[in-house]
């Protein structure tokens, strides 16, 4: 009678494992399986996805995507508002990388419009004729108050956008 009884508590046991694998191998391969192992009211064990309610001696199997059981504890506390909190992070160091890719961009922009500013008055203080082209695309020459006026402008620009440099 004991050896039936051990015989069936053993196949109970062998299935559960088996329902388990099973469970394991058509889980979604991006997340980690919990399996709780408990011992039933009549003394059986069973492998269930949800914590049990009325068992004893409950213990937390964690699989990895591959099938391989988790040390124990090391995925304690993972749940998915973790783990989406995980990508969130890998998410925020890319907009981060962006930003300062950006950032540099801008930078390099207004080195670049800082240095047309500079040649312009440069060329202003050369002095010589000086001229604009016209929407007609013809040549307007300017006079001595229009290159002044420009040159106030430009200096101008140059200690707004260009941290005060002037020639």
Known sequence: MAYLSMLNLSTKVYASLITVCILVLFMSSSHAVQVYKS???????????????????????????????????????????????????????????????IAEQEAQAIAQRCQSLRNNLTNLNVGGRIYEMGADGKRKYLDSREIELKRERVQQALGQYCNGATI
Request: net charge negative; charged share 25%; no cysteine.
């Open 39 to 101: 011992i039933g009211s009549h003394g059986e064990t069973k492998y269930s996805q949800h914590p049990p309610q009325d068992a004893r001696n409950i213990e937390v199997i964690e699989f990895r995507n591959d099938g391989r059981q988790n040390n124990a504890g090391q995925m304690a506390g993972k749940t998915d508002a973790n783990q989406a909190n995980s990508t969130q992070s890998s998410e925020d160091q890319r907009v981060a990388q962006l930003e300062a890719r």
